[in-house]
């Protein structure tokens, strides 16, 4: 089983390679931490077990408590799915500002990609490269990401492309680093995911990084033990991975498990899969 401070060093490190400096905390998070201090510092128990099973479980009722849905509704209007995605645009234009997200930039990027395809890919973010280039996976990241995708023998014209919170962080005197999204904020854009899903229906979708892992399989387990599995989300199957920025300074191993998620995908979709695809990443 996971140790809480496992699964807090996992995502610290998928922050840092994104270029994230800041992790904002709320007070619940604080404590937690606080209290895993204290319980290191302190003499070994009886039975050693207890205090992580007891730690984890805080964890994940913390994690529950992000993923609940706030009282929110959402309606679309349009004869075809690009209309409701366009509408579904319009009206979060003004969302951080509607349900008191102040600590998010103004700037919405809000998706790319067909709006009849099969494969969703849902990061966590926008990075400042997205902001910029005003859709998901952009700069080198992006670079990176297509890559991935040319690999799979599609492109960005033939899968869907989002976050889960759609306007990018914000932190003091902010430049290009980024910081993850609080709870309050995954769970204030979870209900515009799950209508955005609902207009797509997809067949499957890769949630990249810890956090939309996380927020989407609605458990505190690591990315490792997430992966490797399928899950569910909303009656569509569900496969979790690394964030394509992992990908950037990932070691030759990491990034065959990163293709072994793609690989899953692919074989789920009844998409060809050549010996070559199946042996990338096997050899250095």
């Known amino acids: 089983m996971p140790r809480p401070v496992d699964i807090v060093i996992d995502f610290l490190r998928e922050q840092e390679t994104r270029g994230i400096t800041h992790v904002d905390l709320d ?5 937690l931490l606080n209290q895993w201090s204290k319980r ?20 994940a009722a913390a994690v529950e408590e992000v993923i609940a849905p706030p ?15 366009a509408d579904l645009r319009r009206q979060l234009l003004d969302f951080p500002r509607t349900r008191g997200l102040t600590q ?8 790319q990609g067909n709006p009849d395809a099969r494969l969703v890919f849902v990061g966590e973010s926008p990075s400042h490269h997205d902001e910029q280039q005003g859709h998901p996976f952009a700069g080198p990241v992006g670079e990176k990401f297509d890559l991935i995708l040319k690999a799979m023998n599609l492109s960005r014209s033939e899968v869907y492309l989002t976050h889960l919170v759609k306007f990018r962080p914000a932190t003091k005197n902010q430049t290009t680093n980024n910081r993850a999204p609080t709870p309050a904020e995954l769970s204030a854009f979870l209900p515009a995911l799950a209508h955005e899903m609902a207009i797509i229906a997809p067949q499957v979708i890769i949630a990249l990084g810890s956090l939309p892992a996380a927020t989407l399989c609605a458990s505190a387990a690591s990315i490792d033990s997430l992966r490797g599995q399928w899950h569910e989300w909303n009656g569509i199957a569900l496969r979790t991975s690394d964030a394509p920025s992992f990908l950037l300074t990932a070691a030759h191993s990491k990034k065959r498990k990163f293709w072994e998620d793609m690989l899953a995908a692919m074989e789920k979709l009844s998409l060809p899969v050549s010996e070559k695809q199946r042996g990338y990443f096997l050899n250095k």
């Open 27 to 31: 007070d619940r998070a604080r404590a």
């Open 40 to 59: 290191k510092a302190a003499p070994a128990a009886a039975t050693p077990t207890a205090a992580p099973r007891a730690q984890v479980a805080a964890t």
């Open 71 to 85: 009282p929110v509704a959402l309606s679309t209007q349009g004869a075809t799915k690009a209309e409701k995605l």
């Open 104 to 111: 998010l930039r103004e700037t919405l990027v809000f998706s």
